[in-house]
């Protein structure tokens, strides 16, 4: 689930300005994990932290480009005891989504697992996206702000040596 969370953040992300979500929702949930990552980064840390990328290594350069239109980027990431998480619970996050310019993208139950991916549009345009990834001991939430080139996407499959054919 992990790789698949990976592959979809990376093509998703960079097309997420304008609607950063309320994550403060997550918190309750957060207290009952095993394990916890969580990183939120808005437009100055991530204008910081690309620059450190160095644009003559290839996988820099794409990752580099990549980035440059996005104005935040918020992942919470948590694991839990069987039994500890359910997924009734982000209903607050959820909810969120029904104000207007959320669209779903993606649904996908199977297993025990769910997974959706929303956009938010602004005059046509995608400036948000939210990705949600659930099971019974584990949740992944990722809400991405801002815009970048489409064509830069098709260059991240080959990142962290991802392959579409894996």
């Known amino acids: 689930m992990r790789k698949l969370i990976f592959t979809i953040l990376m093509a998703a992300a960079p097309m997420a300005s304008a609607q950063q979500l309320d994550l403060k929702v997550l918190d309750k949930i957060a207290e009952k994990a095993t394990s916890t990552?969580?990183?939120?980064?808005?437009?100055?840390?991530?204008?910081?932290?690309?620059?450190?990328?160095?644009d003559k290594k290839v996988e820099e350069g794409v990752a580099k480009k990549t980035v440059e239109g996005l104005k935040g980027f918020f992942l919470r990431s948590y694991e839990f005891k069987k039994g500890d998480f359910k997924v009734d619970e982000i209903k607050p996050l959820m909810d969120q989504l029904k104000a207007p310019n959320w669209v779903r993208f993606l649904r996908n139950k199977e297993d025990g697992e769910w997974t959706e991916i929303w956009w938010h549009v602004t005059n046509g345009a995608y400036d948000g996206m939210l990705l949600v990834a659930a099971e019974n001991s584990e949740l992944t939430v990722i809400n991405a702000l801002g815009i970048s080139k489409p064509e830069d996407l098709a260059k991240l499959k080959d990142l962290g040596g991802l392959d579409a054919k894996k």
């Open 37 to 54: 990552t969580e990183i939120g980064m808005d437009e100055a840390m991530l204008k910081s932290t690309s620059s450190l990328l160095n």
